[in-house]
Nanobody, 119 residues
Framework: QVQVVESGGGLVQAGGSLRLSCAAS????????MGWFRQAPGKDREFVASIRWSGSTAYSSDSVKDRFTISRDNAKNTVYLQMNSLKPEDTAVYYCAVKRYTATRYDYWGQGTQVTVSP
């Protein structure tokens, strides 16, 4: 069973930075996509960014793309989300997920890590 574990969340003031990490283990396939999602209180979970095994990336919006950077270390099956210029509206539980490149949905999810941005 694939395991996905996030780390790096915390409390930061507006304008600050955080770096989230996500390690996937027990993967039995190589061409996969790792993504970050977030869920704020009272809101639906939303896509933030993703990265393929090849390194190609996708972001939810220009605002996210201008402030966040997703990267990965294939040797470690680890993905990172560098978040700069954080805003209070970025406050959410951030989830990491993994799917096969050909899959239509993410099958493996982490437990989430809390990111809180104070004004």
């Amino acid at each position: 069973q694939v395991q996905v574990v996030e780390s790096g969340g915390g409390l930061v003031q507006a304008g600050g930075s955080l770096r989230l990490s996500c390690a996937a283990s027990r993967l039995t396939f190589t061409n996969y996509v790792m993504g970050w999602f977030r869920q704020a209180p009272g809101k639906d979970r939303e896509f933030v960014a993703s990265i393929r095994w090849s390194g190609s990336t996708a972001y939810s919006s220009d605002s996210v793309k201008d402030r966040f950077t997703i990267s990965r270390d294939n040797a470690k099956n680890t993905v990172y989300l560098q978040m700069n210029s954080l805003k209070p509206e970025d406050t959410a539980v951030y989830y990491c997920a993994v799917k096969r490149y050909t899959a239509t949905r993410y099958d493996y999810w982490g437990q989430g890590t809390q990111v809180t941005v104070s004004p």
